[in-house]
């Protein structure tokens, strides 16, 4: 077995290797991993800006598909050789929020507890996750698409909460990171056409945006006019959803989807939420929205997950240094490890 070891004291990334594979538990299966993705959550994780398990050493990876290959003496509803993609979320299934059918509020579930972030995750070639949290991939989806079901499965979740979009609606997507060049797909998939803008300050993304044949606007934050019903940030950067907050209608509304570094500031003006009735919509991973994120794939992969047009570039597991370098200058938009 292959996997890369995170050391969680002296923030370390090594590849290592072990002749022993781990054992599923009785409720549990072990998937050989076909592909895993890196998100920008892990590369928050690998700076220390994002909470993670908190002693030892961890294997990162919470996108991530792959075959059957063992199964718990429990498990009675899959079979060894199917493909499946992993839900890295789940609740206690104890507390006030998880029976009131929202887990990730779990305080010991959601994205406390979630595989790859707390647990042993998918940068490894095998991985041991509970059966409850597997989901059989249709046949006419490929594996490289497939990887892409959890990060769409949180949009699913955010397009959920930003219900109604309607057809004409002004949108704005901050940020041409994979996320931004996802939600812009979407809408395309949803209808919007001539209505959305991209807002993107580096040159190398803004190509990126332009070349989606979406026939989107895809401007600079300078260049951004006052016009927007709705603005979905993918960025995370504060600064971005302070002129986004400014570049509202009235009845406007905010949809807070980045990941913004925990000590990172937003200031907003009461007066204008309370003059144009502004909305401010928080989105947080996915809770049962996995099986929508797998329809989604289905959906785009013909259209919208073409991986060059996209800029995710493979790599294999012993790659991983360059696989970070180019996603932090910024080269490609997402990294897929390939097993």
């Known amino acids: 077995m292959e996997y890369l070891s995170f050391n969680l004291s002296s923030k370390s990334l090594d590849l290592k290797k072990r002749d022993i594979l781990p054992k599923p538990a009785a409720n549990e299966v072990r998937i050989k991993v076909a ?60 507390c006030d929020d998880c029976h009131s059918a929202n887990y990730h509020f779990c305080t010991h579930g959601g994205i406390n507890n979630t595989i790859g972030i707390f647990r042993d995750g998918g940068w490894a070639t095998h991985a041991v996750v509970p059966e409850t949290q597997v989901y059989l991939i249709p046949d006419e989806i490929e594996m490289r698409h497939a990887v892409l079901s959890e990060p769409l499965s949180c949009m699913a979740h955010g397009w959920d909460k930003i219900n109604p979009v309607n057809i004409g609606s002004k949108v704005l997507v901050i940020g041409a990171g994979i996320i931004g060049l996802l939600w812009a797909s979407l809408f395309h998939l949803h209808g919007l056409r001539k209505t959305v803008t991209i807002s993107e300050p580096q040159q190398k993304r803004k190509i990126l945006a332009s070349n989606l044949g979406l026939d989107y606007k895809v401007e600079s934050p300078t260049e951004l006019k006052e016009d927007f019903d709705l603005a979905v940030d993918c960025s995370g950067s504060a600064p971005a959803m302070e002129l986004a907050m400014s570049l509202l209608n009235p009845g406007g509304r905010l949809c807070v989807f980045g990941v913004a570094n925990p000590k990172a500031k937003l200031s907003i ?32 992969s013909e259209r919208h997950l073409d991986y060059n047009k996209l800029g995710i570039k493979i790599f294999s597991l012993s790659q991983y240094k360059e696989a970070l370098d180019a996603l932090k200058k910024g080269d490609i938009s997402k990294a897929v490890f390939k097993f």
């Not at 908190?54 to 199917?82: A, C, N, P, R």
């Not at 003059?275 to 929205?289: A, M, Q, T």
């Not at 996995?290 to 329809?295: I, N, V, Y």
């Open 35 to 94: 592909y895993s993705g890196i998100c920008g959550t892990d590369l928050h994780v690998l700076e220390g800006s994002f909470p993670c398990k908190e002693d030892g050493s961890l294997t990162l990876g919470h996108e991530f598909v792959g075959t059957i290959d063992e199964l718990g003496s429990e498990v009675t509803i899959y079979k060894i050789g199917q493909r499946v993609a992993v839900d890295p979320n789940s609740g206690c299934n104890k």
């Open 269 to 300: 003006e009461p007066f204008q939420i309370y003059k144009k009735e502004l909305s401010i919509i928080g989105v947080i991973i996915n809770p049962y929205c996995f099986p929508k994120g797998l329809a989604l794939v289905q959906s785009l």
